[in-house]
């Protein structure tokens, strides 16, 4: 299957995970996020924003805004599905605009809404395996994004050998 499994054993580890993540992620990619409360996918949401210029403490759970957009390079759309009441609810918040747009587009709590993501997107399941350790694992759904894992691969490879 091609998917790539990253063993975050702190925060920093996360942080260069989303880094590595928002420089091989195409504009216009969506990305569902999912895993339980405290998972950590508002964190790593804020570790993708700050590799794209958007400061950490602007990134926050937008459980009852449910979409915030940040300016960045690229534009961020962060979504929340946790408290939507159906589907329908939520694609009456405009998300198909959102899914089209150039923006990187990242919900929470994605499996809640898993018919009205896009055919293509990437997915990512963070598990608890610690205090401050993380399981993350990526998923392209859709051939679009299948180039994405061999591009993270060498990203993350590259970025281990710089912290050696
Ligand atoms: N390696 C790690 N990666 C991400 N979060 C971590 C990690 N280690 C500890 N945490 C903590 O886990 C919590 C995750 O919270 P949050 O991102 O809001 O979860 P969620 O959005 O999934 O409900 C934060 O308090 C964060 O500091
Ligand atoms: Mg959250």
């Given at each position: ?12 580890a ?27 996918k ?33 534009e ?7 408290r939507?009441?159906?589907?329908d ?14 923006a990187?587009?990242i ?44 591009a ?11 912290d050696?």
């Amino acid at each position: 299957m091609n998917e790539l499994v990253f063993d975050a054993h702190d925060e920093n580890a996360t942080d260069r995970f989303g880094a590595a993540l928002a420089a091989v992620l195409p504009r216009g990619t969506t990305v569902a996020l999912c895993g339980t409360l405290g998972a950590g996918k508002t964190r790593l949401v804020q570790a993708i924003a700050a590799a794209c210029g958007i400061p950490r403490e602007q990134v926050v759970s937008p459980t009852f805004v449910l979409c915030q957009q940040y300016l960045g390079q690229p534009e961020i759309n962060h979504l929340d599905a946790y408290r939507v009441r159906d589907e329908d609810e939520f694609r009456a918040l405009g998300v198909e605009e959102l899914f089209t747009s150039d923006a990187i587009t990242i919900i929470e709590w994605a499996d809640r809404v898993v018919h009205t993501l896009p055919n293509e997107y990437v997915r990512i399941e963070i598990d608890v395996t610690g205090p401050t350790s993380r399981r993350i694992t990526i998923t392209p759904i859709g051939a679009r994004y299948n180039h994405v894992i061999s591009a993270l691969e060498s990203k993350l490879s590259g970025s281990l050998t710089c912290d050696l």
